[in-house]
């Protein structure tokens, strides 16, 4: 069997049915194979990034390794940025390079490179991989195929890389049909458990902290038996955001830097906090770790180095999510927690005194008021992705996501850029049900090419984009630092017309401008002429709409910018 026969026969037994790509000379063999032996799509993207950005965002729907592929040199390093998200936020995903030849390859000689494009792509991303392949000959294909495989998958999920020189994919190999070494359920600290269970009888204000591990192990459903049985309000990291239904009477809301301003409060104000798949790095507890240690903390987590990092004092509980929801539910099936009435009664005054539409000072369109307005609207939506910036917290403050709605956004890596590409990723894991992007004018210029992949594949993306003339969440930041100086951030009425960007690209598009132009935009943007096509809606907002609330430098979490009164305090 040829080895590129052979890879692209692997991925159809591990169940992967869409493989993202932009061709080049050292992955053509691959190509060739998976388009003449398989049925797998193949999905060729505009930019190498964007197809690991699309791999992602099809991983993080499906639970399954997103595969994308590029060829070496340029190729392959344009991948990084898409694999340091997965890395970063949990996702798995196996990134094949094609490399060159094995006899032109420098080798340890003293030299910069050998072969044409020759780049060593391993080295470069082993820091941000679980595991980096490079195959020196053909009888290893198999056994790192199926090895990196297992990697991607098993425990905290994440990217591994192979590079595979163009000809090892051309020579021919005989089978050994490597064999899968399944492992035993790990037990779970049953005296861990049983404390819990004790901590959460005698507390008077506990928290659960959902993040992305809840999704990342594949535990949502045992999640919801677990917060149903235990009667806790929930609080979200911005990962964790779609672990709760925005109804779902336990959600309280979306805690850290940027996060409901209510959440931070009642997450300053509990007694115990349950840490599920959330690493409290800064973003979600700010600088003043001492004031979150003030409390009893159960931390849930599948890896040991992750738990007592920066938040000391926690109670660890070290295993697969899905592991504990289901050992606590074998132990405290029959067992009736107590609703915390008063507590939530709590929660709820806090929530009426600091609503998130009211913390914004700003002429034109509200962008949370409009954020809600869009939930409500796409109520068939399978999917929201936002990108980094301003935008990326009115989306995480005042979406409305709903049982079976996906929320995706780039974390740790924090890429701008993120949000078009891994878009397509997830429509095609969705089966090109409707999903909606919310991007801003910087972002959406980074992968903007990728319009033309969106059309081509006719797919059913909604773009919204907010459009402010500028880097909102940095002039923020230089109006508080840099006496308003808006070097590299602030380009007026320079950035693109997008209606007219979309328009070249064959898409839908309009602009709105104001509050009275929302109502029959959104109508627009669903009814039954446009509901199943592309389209773009460019949404101006005053450049100098800033994002609050905001952790005020230096403070505990319950302090945000601006410092307002709650609204039962306004006009005394």
């Not at 060593?120 to 495989?149: C, G, H, L, R």
């Not at 003339?469 to 017309?497: C, V």
Request: proline fraction near 4%; charged fraction near 20%; glycine fraction near 8%.
């Amino acid at each position: 069997m040829k080895v590129s026969d052979f890879i692209a026969d692997f991925f159809v037994r591990k169940g992967i049915e869409t493989v993202f790509e932009l061709s080049g000379g050292m992955i053509t063999h691959i190509l060739d194979s998976l388009n003449q032996t398989t049925d797998i799509k193949i999905v060729t993207m505009h930019h190498e990034q964007g197809a690991a950005f699309a791999a992602e965002g099809f991983a993080r729907i499906k639970g399954i390794p997103g595969v994308a592929l590029a060829t070496s040199g340029p190729g392959a390093t344009n991948l990084l940025t898409g694999i340091g998200s997965c890395y970063f936020d949990s996702v798995p995903a196996i990134f094949v390079t094609g490399q060159v030849n094995t006899y032109e390859q420098k080798g340890n000689r003293p030299i910069r490179q050998l072969g044409f494009q020759e780049t060593d792509i391993v080295s470069m991303a082993s820091p941000i991989t679980k595991a980096v392949f490079s195959v020196n000959s053909a009888w290893e294909v198999e056994e790192i195929f199926e090895q990196a495989y297992e990697i991607a998958m098993k425990g905290r999920p994440g990217p591994v890389l192979i590079d595979v020189p163009m000809n090892v994919q051309r020579e021919q190999i005989d089978l050994c049909w490597v064999q899968k070494i399944t492992e035993k359920d790990k037990a779970v600290d049953q005296r861990g458990i049983s404390n819990l269970a004790e901590a959460i009888k005698i507390s008077k204000s506990p928290l659960i902290l959902a993040g992305r591990g809840i999704k990342a192990s594949n535990s949502q459903a045992l999640f919801h038996k677990f917060i149903d049985l235990v009667n806790i309000p929930v609080i979200t990291s911005l990962l964790g955001l779609d672990t709760i239904s925005y109804d779902d009477p336990l959600r309280v809301g979306f805690i850290g830097s940027y996060g409901n301003r209510w959440a931070n409060m009642a997450f300053g104000e509990c007694d115990l906090l349950i840490v599920l798949g959330a690493r409290l790095d800064i973003r979600q507890t700010g600088a003043d770790t001492k004031f979150i240690e003030n409390r009893k903390i159960f931390h849930i987590d599948c890896e040991q180095e992750e738990i007592n990092n920066r938040v000391k004092g926690c109670e660890a509980i070290v295993c697969d999510l899905k592991d504990f929801f289901r050992a606590f539910g074998d132990y405290f099936a029959s067992t009736k927690f107590e609703a915390k009435s008063v507590w939530r009664n709590r929660i709820l005054n806090l929530k009426a005194q600091w609503p998130d539409t009211a913390e914004l000072s700003t002429t034109g369109i509200n962008p949370n008021t409009f954020i809600h307005l869009v939930s409500r609207a796409s109520k068939s939506a399978k999917a929201f992705l936002a990108d980094v910036g301003s935008h990326q917290m009115w989306a995480s403050q005042s979406l409305e996501l709903q049982i079976g709605q996906h929320f995706l956004t780039s974390g740790g890596m924090g890429a701008m850029g993120f949000s078009l590409p891994a878009a397509i990723g997830a429509s095609f894991a969705l089966n090109n049900e409707p999903v909606v992007v919310l991007v801003g004018d910087g972002c959406m210029q980074i992968n903007i090419q990728e319009l033309q992949t969106v059309v081509r594949n006719d797919l059913n993306i909604k773009i919204i984009v907010f459009n402010n003339q500028s880097l909102g969440m940095i002039t923020q930041f230089q109006d508080s630092y840099f006496d308003s100086r808006y070097q590299s951030t602030y380009w007026g009425y320079s950035a693109p017309n997008f209606e007219k960007v979309a328009d070249a690209y064959g898409l839908l598009a309009r602009t709105i401008s104001n509050d009275n132009e929302v109502a029959d935009a959104l109508s627009w943007l669903w009814n039954s002429e446009n509901k199943n096509k592309a389209a773009l809606l460019q949404v101006m907002i005053e450049p100098h709409t800033n994002t609050y609330p905001k952790i005020a430098f230096g403070k505990p979490i319950t302090e945000m910018e601006p410092f307002s009164k709650p609204i039962e305090m306004e006009g005394t």
